[in-house]
């Protein structure tokens, strides 16, 4: 089984945010460190500040990559054959608003959730039944 961070950087990056990858260089004495770095857009660090004031949270930084989501299911899909609906997540809130709009829903009445990107991978590292283990990470400018 590869490890989070081969897991990460072969499987997920590629896929869901090249335009945000800035790369990784693995170290020149063995192949067992990697080192990644991950820069999130300030607009969106912004946007993700806002959000967790609305919810209450009086901070004026957030660390690492903000990925946005909806509170309720309205965004959530069922995929064929399988048990449970897909939660999309968002690496930008222009996106997540964008996917309410097209699912016809009003995007003031949502309750908009930020996590860090971070947190995220770790919790589905630690856990196998993690609450993350039905979301899609959407990259930006994807859609749903």
Same mark, same amino acid.
């Given at each position: 089984? /590869?490890? #989070?961070?081969?897991?990460? #950087?072969? !499987?997920?990056?590629?896929?869901?945010?090249?335009?945000?990858?800035?790369?990784?260089? @693995?170290?020149?004495?063995?192949?067992?460190?990697?080192?990644?770095?991950?820069?999130?857009?300030?607009?969106?660090?912004?946007?993700?500040?806002?959000? @967790?004031?609305?919810?209450?949270?009086?901070?004026?930084?957030?660390?690492?990559? /903000?990925?946005?989501?909806?509170?309720?299911?309205?965004?959530?899909?069922?995929? !064929?054959?399988?048990?449970?609906?897909? @939660? /999309?997540?968002?690496?930008?809130?222009?996106?997540?608003?964008?996917?309410? @709009?097209?699912?016809?829903? !009003?995007?003031?009445?949502? #309750? #908009?959730?930020?996590?860090?990107?971070?947190?995220?991978?770790?919790?589905?590292?630690?856990?196998?039944?993690?609450?993350?283990?039905?979301?899609?990470?959407?990259? /930006?400018?994807?859609?749903?």
């Amino acid at each position: 089984m /590869p490890s #989070i961070c081969t897991w990460f #950087i072969e !499987d997920v990056l590629p896929s869901v945010a090249p335009d945000k990858f800035t790369g990784y260089v @693995r170290d020149a004495v063995t192949d067992r460190h990697m080192y990644i770095r991950l820069v999130p857009d300030m607009s969106e660090v912004k946007n993700a500040l806002k959000e @967790r004031k609305k919810a209450g949270f009086h901070s004026d930084n957030f660390s690492g990559v /903000p990925v946005f989501q909806v509170q309720s299911d309205a965004l959530n899909t069922k995929v !064929d054959g399988s048990s449970s609906n897909l @939660r /999309p997540a968002f690496f930008t809130k222009a996106d997540l608003e964008k996917a309410l @709009r097209d699912k016809k829903r !009003d995007t003031d009445s949502e #309750i #908009i959730q930020v996590t860090a990107l971070e947190v995220i991978i770790q919790e589905m590292k630690d856990c196998t039944m993690s609450k993350w283990n039905d979301v899609v990470l959407v990259p /930006p400018g994807g859609k749903f």
